[in-house]
Each structure stands twice: as C-alpha cells, then as structure tokens.
C-alpha cells in the first residue's frame, strides 16, 4: 500500500473546484464531495476522494481530521497593494465628511499621499510594515497572493517595491506574485508633463524592471511578472495604456489593467484585444466591453471591497459578465487608501450581496478563477491530483456559511505546500 505524508479526512464538505476555470454559467461549480479526504505528498497532492477511499488505499505518515469541516483551495487574491508606508485615515473621515476620492487625489491626497512615504522608506521598512498583513491574510485563508508596486512612481523606489515583494515571498509560507505597476498614477513632478511620464515608464522603468527579474530573480524571465496600468480619468489614457502595456509585452511581462473604476474609457476592451491575464474593477464597463469578456480569456476581477470602502452604490456587474460568458473573479484590493481589507472571506461576503453571486459562485471566483486572473490555475485554486497542496479548514458545517457570515475569521487550519502553518 502508499504512502503518503498527510491524509486529510472525515470533511463534511470537500470543495474541489476541480476542471479548471469556470466560465458564465458555469461559475459556482464546486465538484463537493461528502465525507472528503486529501492524500498529500511533499507539497503536492497526490490523491481525492472520500475518506473511505484514500483510507483503505494510503498509508500516512500524518493525519488531520476535518471532522464536522468544510475543506476547500486555499483562497488567492489577484489583486492587492500589499506593500507600502503609512496609512490615510486621515482621507477616510475626508470621505466622511464628504469628499470623493478625486477630490482627495486632486487636492495631492490618496495615491501620492501613499507615494511621499513609500519614496521615503528602505527595503526593510515596507517590508517590515507589510508583513503583518501577510500573517492576517494568511490566518484568513489566502495562500497566494498578487503583490503591486504602484507607490514609488519613480524607477529606484519601484524596485524597492519590488525587493520588498521577492525578500517577503523569500520568507514564505505565503505566496506572493509581483506586478509592477509604475503607471499607477501621474507623479507631482509630472503634471502637466502625462506623455513625458508615459515615455518614463516605457523607456526607463519598464526596461530596469526587466533586469531586476532576469538578474535578482535567480535567472528568471520577466514572464514571471506582470505589468499593470491604471487606465482611468484623471490617470492614464487607454492610448497611453496601450503603449505602456504593448511595451511591456514586448519584453515578456504578463498583462493586466485597472479599467472602469469611475468611468468606462474601454480598457477592458484594450486588456482583451492585448490578451491580458485580467481587467480589475470592472464597475462603470461599457456594454460593448462586457462582450468582449466573453469572447477572450482576459478574467474580469471583482473588487467589491472598494465601492463598499467608498461607500459607493455601484459594483462589478456580474450578472452582465456571466451572461456574456466571461470569467470572473474576486480580489481583495487591499490598499491604504480606499479598502484596507486583508480577508477573502469578507470580500466573499460582500460579493453575495452587492454583485450578487451565490455563495458557490463566489468561492469559485476566489479559487480557481482567482488562480487563472495570475495564470496560476495550473498549479493552484483547486484540490486536484498533481496540484500544490494549498488548503484552508474552515470551521462550518456547510459552505454556504461563507457569504452568509462576516466579520468572524472561520479558518480553523491552513496548509500551505503540504505543510500546517495556521
């Protein structure tokens, strides 16, 4: 008989998620099995199915029983500003007061406001204020995470940002995944001077960039990262995001866009014509650009924390979304200026009930769907043969807790690559 180092059994509930993204109608798709177990060797798992099944075939070195417990992919949130310096509660009693967050950003808060502190601070300072979140996502349930620069605006404090995130997920367990999104925001120097700052972007930081992940990287290309642009009013033209990101493509890096935040200006079409991973936000997308999502790959990511940080009435239109057959996803968009949310299960929540997906429907958009938004469905998002060993016990009876309970952290185990590290 095997043997196997961890057998996981007795789940009331075993989310596989397993057959990889779910598109339209598909999305909610958990594949459950009752009385589920995981056979795991090393960091990857090597056996599902029931607890009587992989009993009477394996012989573990350990056993864990989720008795009682629903066991699903551990949580991957695909869009996140996990690091930085500082904070703006001053900018929350702002909004509170009134102001919208153009307002703020006009009167030299929100981005910039994160942008003075971050230029200020060294390597060790943002990740010693970063890593804190790191340990609460974790304890959450998110094992994989994207990690955006965006706050330095300038090439030497972006790729600070950028240590920051390659010595962090040097220290694991957590898992993170860097996007360099120096088009986050025109800079102060730089205003009034938009077409001088882009040629920045595309000819001095996108090319150091590219060296820092073929050298620091231990050798790796710049595929394994991505580019973002912030293409919004007030920020960046779609023109202007379609250079930058075909710039980017051309030296490899993965593509993705924040679009329709405040007003659809088509970049979620231009993500897709340029086959990015994901377009974020998604709230005010023009109809035109919805279908678009059906008919490419480019996953369309759900931030519900921000509108509700906002204290916004307007939200991803999902229904629309799967209706023209796109993918969906979810994410976090953990920021210091607009959602500082490190929870998955919070944005699960708030998916239910603002965009209105149904308790399954949103697991899947923060597994699987979430996995495929970082080109990572692969190797994670769901509880298959040959996948990382990625799995958070949660304790509930049913799924569906997920959704219909907030604000109480359910996460009773995490295992991240084979191991327990909550």
Known sequence: MPTCDLLLHSAAQLLTLSGGPQRGATLGTLNLIEQGAVAITG???????????????????????????????????????????????????????????LEIMN???????????????????LMDEARPRLRRMLAHGTTTLEAKTGYGLETQSELRMLEAVERLNAERPWELVPTFIGAHAIPEEYKGQEEAFVEVVVKEMLPAVKQW???????????????????????FTVEQSRRILEAARAMGFGLKIHADEFVGLGGTKLAVELGAASADHLVYTPEEDIAALGQGETVAVGLPGTP??????????????????????????????????????????????????????????ATINAAR??????QIGSLEVGKQADLVVLAIPDYRHLGYRYGTNLVERVIKSGKVVI
């Open 213 to 235: 992940a073929e050298s620091t990287r231990s050798g790796r290309k710049a595929d394994g990262v991505f580019c973002d642009v912030f293409c919004e009013e007030g920020a």
């Open 308 to 365: 509700f940080g906002l204290a916004q009435k307007e939200y991803t239109p999902a229904s629309k979304i799967l209706a023209a057959n796109g993918l969906l996803a979810l994410a976090s968009d953990l920021n210091p200026g607009t959602t500082w949310c490190e929870s998955m299960q919070m944005v699960i929540a708030l998916a239910c009930r603002y965009m209105k997906l149904t308790p399954a429907q949103a697991i899947a958009a």
């Open 107 to 125: 009167a030299g808060g929100g981005i910039m406001s994160t942008v003075r502190k971050t230029r200020a601070a060294s390597v060790e300072q």
């Open 373 to 378: 938004a970082i080109h990572r469905d692969a």
């Open 43 to 101: 960091d990857k798992i090597v056996a599902v199915g029931t607890t009587a099944q992989l009993q009477a075939d394996y012989t573990p070195q350990a056993t864990l029983d989720a008795t009682g417990q629903v066991v699903l992919p551990g949580f991957v949130d695909p869009h996140t500003h996990v690091i930085w310096a500082g904070d703006r509660a001053n900018e929350f009693e702002m909004r509170l007061a009134g102001k919208t967050y």
